[in-house]
Nanobody, 123 residues
Framework: QVQLVESGGGLVQAGGSLRLSCAASGRIRRINAIRWHRQAPGKQRELVATIPWGGTPSYADSMKGRFTISRDNNKNTVYLQMNNLKPEDTAVYYC?????????????????WGQGTQVTVSS
């Protein structure tokens, strides 16, 4: 069983910083990419950032320069460093991964999601 577990959310004042973590665990053959998404109340889920395991990270335009996605290959963990947070960044943040489990016969990735972590930015 492959799991993604987010942590690091919380309450922060505008202008502050948080670092979210997404830890992948279980019998993993290969991680292709992990993404961070967020969903604010009453809004659709939106993509925040993507980090391919063998490529260059990418960001939504509104997060460029403020958010940084990184990974620790040894720990199968992805981080989202969020700086200069704004009230409009308030949302539940989810990580999502394209992961090939060890049991896969066809060596194809499966889409896994974490449970989400709440980020609240006060003005």
């Amino acid at each position: 069983q492959v799991q993604l577990v987010e942590s690091g959310g919380g309450l922060v004042q505008a202008g502050g910083s948080l670092r979210l973590s997404c830890a992948a665990s279980g019998r993993i053959r290969r991680i292709n990419a992990i993404r961070w998404h967020r969903q604010a109340p009453g809004k659709q889920r939106e993509l925040v950032a993507t980090i391919p395991w063998g490529g260059t990270p990418s960001y939504a335009d509104s997060m460029k320069g403020r958010f940084t996605i990184s990974r620790d290959n040894n720990k199968n963990t992805v981080y989202l460093q969020m700086n200069n947070l704004k009230p409009e960044d308030t949302a539940v943040y989810y990580c999502n991964g394209d992961i090939v489990p060890m049991y896969s016969v066809l060596d194809r990735p499966i889409d896994y999601w974490g449970q989400g972590t709440q980020v609240t930015v006060s003005s």
